[in-house]
T-cell receptor, first 116, second 111 residues
Framework: NAGVTQTPKFQVLKTGQSMTLQCAQD?????MSWYRQDPGMGLRLIHYSVGAGITDQGEVPNGYNVSRSTTEDFPLRLLSAAPSQTSVYFC???????????????FGNGTRLTVT | GIQVEQSPPDLILQEGANSTLRCNFS?????LQWFHQNPWGQLINLFYIPSGTKQNGRLSATTVATERYSLLYISSSQTTDSGVYFC?????WGFGNVLHCGSGTQVIVLP
């Protein structure tokens, strides 16, 4: 099993450019989520999904879009990159059901994004 | 939203020393996870512990959900234990979990 795979590992964008960060998991997890980590801080939730076709906003959703067309993939789109979006982005997944049974979050290795 | 506070923010240890990291949270939670961010930035799961005590080698964790805190113990620390330790609580919201993360404890273990 590859677990959670994020691509690319590094990306540099100019202000105003758009791009998509890819996240894929092969554990058949229903729950997937995106976080950003800024220097000296913990993870802040951007968006999450509890299954194909279902997404919701987290703590810091502005400037980001997501969709979930398959169980395996959960891409994060930056519509018009801004320097404030310079950060390290982590994707995570876990088993989760409506009864509240969950597994630990499994993280990808992160994407380091710089917006100039 | 739920608040997660970790202490201390920084910890410098001599190799071989023991230490305790604390995580306080402001509301009842479904679950709690400790993970370690190594110097290369990878996030490694340590414990998934809604209550009680778990041990894994030199590390152990105790969560007292009724008093809203969790402790992570590092015994006989090694230089490879350096990094940032995060506590994160999971609340069940709607049809899924939401993770609320503390700001971490930066641990430096000196040889």
């Amino acid at each position: 099993n590859a677990g959670v795979t994020q691509t690319p590992k590094f990306q540099v964008l100019k202000t105003g450019q758009s791009m998509t960060l890819q996240c894929a998991q092969d554990m058949n997890h229903e729950y997937m989520s995106w976080y950003r980590q800024d220097p000296g801080m913990g993870l802040r939730l951007i968006h999450y999904s509890v299954g194909a076709g279902i997404t919701d906003q987290g703590e810091v959703p502005n400037g980001y879009n997501v969709s979930r067309s398959t169980t395996e993939d959960f891409p994060l789109r930056l519509l018009s990159a801004a320097p404030s979006q310079t950060s390290v982005y982590f994707c995570a997944s876990s088993y989760s059901n409506m009864g509240g049974v969950t597994s630990p979050l499994h993280f990808g290795n992160g994407t380091r994004l710089t917006v100039t | 939203g739920i608040q997660v506070e970790q202490s201390p923010p920084d910890l410098i240890l001599q190799e071989g020393a023991n230490s305790t990291l604390r995580c306080n949270f402001s509301d009842s939670v479904n679950n709690l996870q400790w993970f370690h961010q190594n110097p290369w930035g990878q996030l490694i799961n340590l414990f998934y512990i809604p209550s009680g005590t778990k041990q894994n080698g030199r590390l152990s964790a105790t969560t007292v959900a009724t008093e809203r805190y969790s402790l992570l113990y590092i015994s006989s620390s090694q230089t490879t234990d350096s990094g940032v330790y995060f506590c994160a609580v999971l609340t069940f919201w709607g049809f899924g979990n939401v993770l609320h993360c503390g700001s971490g404890t930066q641990v430096i273990v000196l040889p």
